[in-house]
């Protein structure tokens, strides 16, 4: 079981910035690579940003250039840290933001196989 917890969000004026972190610990850190989607009211969950254990990233068209992703991870694979940095917010920002761990479970019998952990999500409010 990988342990996933979001901070921050909360609310912000169009052109504001806001910050968002999630804690994992040593499964997700050892096992999992991190990223951040959203939904908004009325829309699907969405892809806004992912970061490869090893820096790599990519993110949603709609931030490219107003979101950054960043990361920590302690070196003995104990914990990682994401970090969403958000800025100049528009008011479509709006939503609930989830961290995810992208994750390799390693069962005791049979082969690895791929599996998701998410938070319980942080509300983002952008007014105009």
């Known amino acids: 079981q990988a342990r996933v917890e979001e901070s921050g969000g909360g609310s912000a004026q169009a052109g504001e910035s806001l910050s968002l972190t999630c804690s994992v610990g040593e499964y997700a850190a050892k096992h999992c690579e991190l990223g951040w989607h959203r939904q908004g009211p009325g829309n699907a969950r969405e892809l806004v940003a992912h970061?490869?254990?090893?820096?790599?990233?990519?993110?949603?068209?709609s931030v490219r250039g107003r979101f950054t992703i960043s990361q920590e991870r302690d070196p003995n694979n104990d914990w990682a840290r994401v970090y969403l940095q958000m800025n100049n917010l528009l008011t479509e920002d709006t939503a609930i933001y989830y961290c995810?761990?992208?994750?390799?479970?390693?069962?005791?019998?049979?082969?690895?196989?791929?599996?998701?952990?998410w938070g319980q999500g942080t509300q983002v409010t952008v007014s105009s």
């Open positions: 995810k761990a992208d994750c390799v479970i390693y069962p005791d019998i049979g082969p690895a196989y791929p599996f998701n952990y």
């Open positions: 970061i490869s254990r090893r820096g790599g990233t990519k993110y949603a068209t």
